[in-house]
């Protein structure tokens, strides 16, 4: 099942159609004709099983007449030729819990195929496919988030407000110094959780450097550069590449 960003962070109960065996309709599971019904294994005495005798032991299997279903068809049903099966269509709601992962898979107690014999029905696991957000992306149970800033910004140190996931909007304080990669963490505003709890929301900055320099910013810049006193900040890097 596919699912979109918003509906796999929210939960969603959608309609599954699932073909799949069940009783046939005609003979209602017996495998027999209409006004016939089917008759005790004599072999096995209705058990199913048999035992088989190797020497100093011995071990049971599916009996090799009734192969199994402790009854013996002898005028088998038309439509499904004595199995008691035929292959069905129905239509199931199917809640998806909310904070479901891509590539997670749900289990469905009880909505898979109908037994054999009056047997319980099987489960029915979905595998679940997320398309990505334009924005966030995912981490476990935390939600990611890239945010562009200035330069001055990180180097000075600001007060931004980043998204929340279909929230309002939080103001993030960037100390000075703000490198370029720095992750902060938002409590609480990240996936939820089975237990009720969120992940938080990991805000990563991303420090933009201007395509275009007018006059007025190339001043700036320029004396910026001559306040870093012409520090060479790749000289121990050249030393340490000169090293063996």
Do not use: W
Request: charged share 25%; glycine share 14%; proline share 7%.
């Amino acid at each position: 099942m596919t699912l979109s960003f918003g509906r796999s962070m929210n939960g969603v109960t959608v309609p599954i159609k699932l073909t799949s065996e069940a009783a046939c309709p005609t003979c209602h599971g017996t495998g027999a004709k209409a006004g016939t019904v089917p008759r005790v294994c004599a072999n096995c005495e209705g058990t199913g099983q048999e035992t088989r005798n190797l020497g100093n032991f011995g071990f049971q299997e599916p009996c090799h007449v009734c192969h199994g279903r402790g009854l013996v068809v002898d005028d088998p049903c038309p439509t499904c030729h004595g199995s008691g099966r035929a292959t069905g269509t129905r239509t199931i709601q199917a809640r998806i819990p909310a904070g479901v992962a891509d590539g997670q898979k749900i289990r469905l107690k009880g909505k898979g195929a109908p037994g054999e014999n009056g047997g319980p029905s099987g489960d029915l696991y979905v595998n679940i496919k997320v398309l990505p957000h334009r924005v966030f992306g995912r981490a476990g149970d935390n939600l990611t988030l890239t945010v562009p800033v200035t330069f001055p910004e990180a180097a000075l140190g600001s007060e931004i407000r980043v998204p929340t996931f279909q929230g309002q909007p939080v103001t993030l304080r960037l100390p000075e110094g703000t490198p370029n990669g720095r992750t902060f963490r938002v409590r609480g505003r990240g996936a939820p959780r089975r237990d009720g709890t969120k992940g938080d929301l990991l805000v990563t900055v991303d420090v933009q450097v201007p395509q275009k320099v007018d006059d007025h910013t190339r001043e700036a810049l320029e004396r910026l550069r001559e306040a870093g006193g012409g520090d060479d900040l790749r000289s121990e890097l050249l030393q340490q590449a000169r090293e063996e």
